[in-house]
């Protein structure tokens, strides 16, 4: 019986992905009739994933106004899910906040509603709404590690920065899902990081980097380093970068333009001129690197070699303002000290 349910299921699906919509809902009103809710679940979707392909409002909100409360809790929240993935991308969307509040006003206890009216206010940059709901929704799922998460998010958001740090600890305690912990992690550090405190900025960029392991969160750690005023161990993350055999070119030329900027800010020129010629041999296309190091052979008065760099770049890109600058201050005769 169980594998004859699941071929019906899958004849289901078959006439749903073939768009005979009407024909896959009607099949799956009868075998529900016959297998019961409990036994499939996921059939009762269909009518609602068939409203999204159409575009049906009303068949969505009469969904959620006559099945979704008879429903398994997991299965109604994947219909919510469902209909964020649809609608949040436009977050000024009426309908989709109208759904979601008229499903809040039928029973305040809804807590997959409550979850994605927080998520439309946050993405709507209602923050103090979007926490509001994020802690009720905390209070209807207590032992639940994303509502943790979510709730250090918002109040980071909102620059209640030891209360999202205690929130997120919670997070981390209860074992929250991985990206919603990075996300808390990494809103976290732009709050800091705004608010100037960049030592804290940096501790929390640490946590981001050990946990996704990867050379973009590698290298801002070096740069909020710098901005807490370590530039040694800003230096060492930009050393670490660079050690990894993970790297694209643009990367590793990035890399070594960082590590050479903070070289050049100690007084260091040969070896900032090292790492800016390394970032060069990493990527062609480097022009961060490039420009960065015509202006330290103008700074060293060497004049004529900066030039091919600036020509360079602004060959590969016009628009580039401070190598057009320094391009045209070496073509002036009167030119103090630049050779060339």
Known sequence: PEDVAELEAAEVWTLFDAER????????????????????????????????????????????????????????????????????????????????????????????????????????????????????????????GLARATVAFAEARNGLLADAEASLEAATASNAPPDAIVGALRELVGAHHAAKRYADAARLQRRVAERTQTPPDALDLGVLLLDAGDPNAAAEAYRATLARDDLDRPTRAKAWNSLGLLHRGRGEAADAERCLRASIAAWEDALDGRENLGVLLVDLGRGAEAREHFEACLARDPERKRSLYYLLRLLRPETDGAGG
Do not use: C, M, Q
């Open 21 to 144: 919509l009407d024909a896959a809902e009607a099949r799956a009103r009868e075998v529900l009739g016959r297998r019961g809710v409990e036994r499939l679940p996921a059939l009762t979707l269909v009518p609602l994933r068939a409203a999204l392909r159409r575009g049906d409002r009303a068949a969505l909100r009469a969904w959620f106004a006559d099945t979704a409360a008879k429903l398994p809790v997991e299965t109604a929240a994947e219909g919510w899910r469902l209909v964020a993935e649809r609608f949040r991308a436009v977050p000024s969307d009426a309908g989709y906040a109208e759904l979601l509040d008229a499903a809040l006003a039928r029973n305040p206890d809804d807590a997959a509603a409550t979850f994605w009216r927080a998520d439309l206010a946050l993405l709507r940059r209602r923050d103090a709404e979007a926490l509001a709901l994020f802690r009720r929704y905390r209070a209807l799922r207590p032992d639940e």
